[in-house]
């Protein structure tokens, strides 16, 4: 079993700056690859940008240049800092990970609205 909690959303104006954070527990020698989801209203859930054990990174199109994806590996916590924040980033971000056993945990998400 993981648990995952994010926290570090809130309203920023556009322009401005978040850093969002996951701090997974229970079972967290099982983490493999991990990621962070965004869902804004009427719109489907995206992936926003993910990073594996190792530390490689992918990013959406939409986020590359504006955000930053990392891990610490000690604390087991999920970083994504945010740029250059545009109205169109306004949803709520869903931390997400995989298991060694292939199973894909949640958090609750953390709401993110960038005012105009």
């Known amino acids: 079993q993981v648990q995952l909690v994010e926290s570090g959303g809130g309203l920023v104006q556009a322009g401005g700056s978040l850093r969002l954070s996951c701090a997974a527990s229970g079972s967290i020698r099982t983490i493999t690859t991990m990621a962070w989801y965004r869902q804004a209203p009427g719109k489907q859930r995206e992936l926003v940008a993910r990073?594996?054990?190792?530390?490689?990174?992918d990013y959406a199109d939409s986020v590359k240049g504006r955000v930053g994806i990392s891990r610490d590996n000690a604390k087991m916590t999920l970083y994504l800092q945010m740029n250059s924040l545009k109205s169109e980033d306004t949803a709520i971000y869903y931390c997400?990970?995989?298991?060694?056993?292939?199973?894909?945990?949640w958090g609750q998400g953390t709401q993110v609205t960038v005012s105009s």
């Open positions: 990073i594996a054990p190792s530390g490689n990174t």
């Open positions: 997400n990970t995989l298991t060694t056993v292939g199973i894909v945990y």
